[in-house]
């Protein structure tokens, strides 16, 4: 496939996305910004429904950052047993609410290097504010739906690997279509290209789609 071709077919998957899912947003809830970044952290290894069933008492309890930060962790932990490996969860809240109060102001940072300061936050997690918290174009955030979607369509060598994904669809995004870009991949993921069995019969991405053509073919 040529260069030119190629990004032909990355606006042209692009659109489609658009027209399937029109907001390209996160399916976590978040009135501020710091909530997002802990729901974000209580959702690895849980599903973002379970996370939203879990927040509101968490932050109805806790409604501050300040709050947060003077928490027992003891006791976050039995807001958020529910989502798994609870007990990391509740310190790094804490802790990370205590390093925002302490070292940035209150406030979440928005820049990648101060973010990757906080406890449990790492790129995915930082990418996904400096995109949905502070709008910043370029944003890519890797996560399982967009790594393996993402390999198939042909718009990265195939990798498996965050950063490395990160940087290649960095490299053919519109930057400021990169973030709701990710979002988009994840609705997809959830509904029609699954890790199990992706739906290629009924998936509206197969003129563009390598593993599709590959399978077909």
């Known amino acids: 496939m040529t260069k030119q071709k190629k990004k032909a077919d990355v ?16 399916s976590l809830n978040y009135p501020k910004p710091y909530e997002l970044l802990f729901s974000v952290r209580l959702a690895a290894q849980c599903t973002d429904e379970r996370v939203n069933q879990v927040t509101p008492a968490l932050f109805a309890r806790f409604p501050t950052l300040e709050s947060l930060a003077e928490a027992d962790v003891s006791e976050v932990e039995t807001y958020i047993h529910s989502t798994g490996f609870f007990r990391a969860k509740a310190r790094d809240i804490v802790a990370a609410s205590r390093m925002m109060v302490e070292e940035f102001g209150g406030r ?3 820049n990648m290097e101060d973010l990757l300061k ?49 940087a290649q669809l960095r490299a053919i995004l519109p930057p400021e279509e990169s973030n709701d870009f990710c979002h988009r991949l994840v609705l997809h993921g959830r509904a029609v290209c699954t890790a199990r069995k992706p739906d290629c019969q009924n998936c509206t991405l197969r003129p563009w789609c390598a593993f599709f053509q590959k399978e077909v073919g």
Request: charged letters at 25%; aromatic letters at 2%; one cysteine or more.
């Open 108 to 110: 979440v940072p928005d």
């Open 11 to 26: 606006l042209s998957i692009i659109e489609e996305l658009k027209r399937l899912y029109p907001e390209g947003i996160c």
């Open 118 to 166: 906080l406890p449990g936050v790492g790129r995915k997690t930082a990418n996904l504010i400096l995109g949905d918290i502070y709008h910043k174009p370029g944003v890519v955030v890797a996560d399982t739906h967009c790594i393996r979607i993402s390999g198939k369509l042909g718009l990265t060598d195939g990798t498996k690997d965050p950063s490395k994904v990160e």
